[in-house]
């Protein structure tokens, strides 16, 4: 793997980390790999475990939830069947759970932070602390929001995921895009690479060719458009040590534009079904 770019550890530890490109997936690999990733997690400032509410990132990122939420039980509903059956992998503080169980789907969640699982339970959703908790059952739909750049053993919780998936269900795996116009423009100070915790680092070529080995294919692809603007208010904050509003919304903005005409948007929405 080459080396492709130098970084650090903006919103936890300050530790340096490196990125490889991998040449024939075309992912950008984290390195080192921490052992023990739990403590790049104990943050306050990590929203999806916290519900924070309290910078001008967390009050945006809170704001344009419950609309994503929205646009994400649109998208599942696409593919319900009589089953309506959803798993969500790396479920947070469970909301997107609690509005699918709301809109009739039979819901189960994983969440290996305890301090989300405990904020879930407040809103009534029970959520598993792991794969290894979940009953012998297929479901319709399986979700990864953001959760996949997350998972260690990568090729294997694949596999062990593709096993709970029915044969006509689909699997929406939401993730950033490391060649999107945001990712290029701040580089090293980019947000959604957010070392260690992220491990991989994914272009639509790598998605493509990653679940291809597990004889899946990408049957359907959307941006995510709210993304780039969060992503660029952390950027500038770990550039600059300001969140700059108004340069972030101008790059969103011409993230969003970059996207629509190269198709490399700052975040991306794969649907993919089994060949």
Not at 81 to 105: E, Y
Not at 115 to 138: F, I, N, Q, T
Not at 193 to 213: E, G, N, Q
């Amino acid at each position: 793997m080459k080396p492709f770019l130098k970084l650090k550890d903006y919103s936890v530890s300050g530790e340096a980390f490196e990125l490889l490109l991998d040449e024939d997936l075309q992912m950008l690999v984290t390195r080192p790999q921490p052992e023990n990733l739990n403590p790049y997690y104990e943050s306050e400032t990590y929203i999806s475990h916290t519900d924070a509410d309290q910078t001008l990132a967390d009050k945006l990122y809170q704001r344009v939830k419950s609309f994503s939420l929205w646009m994400k039980i649109r998208l599942i509903n696409t593919y319900a069947n009589r089953n309506k059956s959803l798993l969500d992998v790396g479920a947070g503080t469970g909301d997107f759970l609690v509005a699918a169980k709301n809109n009739g789907w039979s819901v189960d969640g994983v969440e290996p932070s305890r301090d989300a699982r405990l904020r879930s339970r407040e809103k009534k959703m029970e959520l598993l602390p792991s794969m290894g908790e979940l009953p012998e059952k297929e479901f319709q739909v399986i979700t990864l929001w953001h959760v996949l750049e997350h998972l260690p053993d990568l090729e294997k919780q694949i596999a062990k995921l593709l096993r709970h998936l029915a044969d006509e269900g689909v699997l929406i795996v939401a993730v950033p895009n490391y060649r999107s116009y945001d990712a290029r423009h701040y580089k090293e100070f980019w947000a959604a690479y957010d070392v260690p915790r992220h491990l991989w680092h994914f272009s639509r070529t790598a998605i493509d060719k990653l679940f291809a080995k597990h004889g899946m294919k990408v049957v359907r692809t959307s941006p995510m458009v709210f993304d780039p603007y969060y992503v660029s208010l952390l950027s500038e904050k770990y550039m600059t040590g300001r969140q700059h509003f108004f340069r972030a919304l101008y790059r969103g903005t011409l993230s969003n534009i970059s996207g629509w005409l190269t198709k490399e948007h700052s975040s991306i929405i794969y649907v993919l079904g089994k060949k």
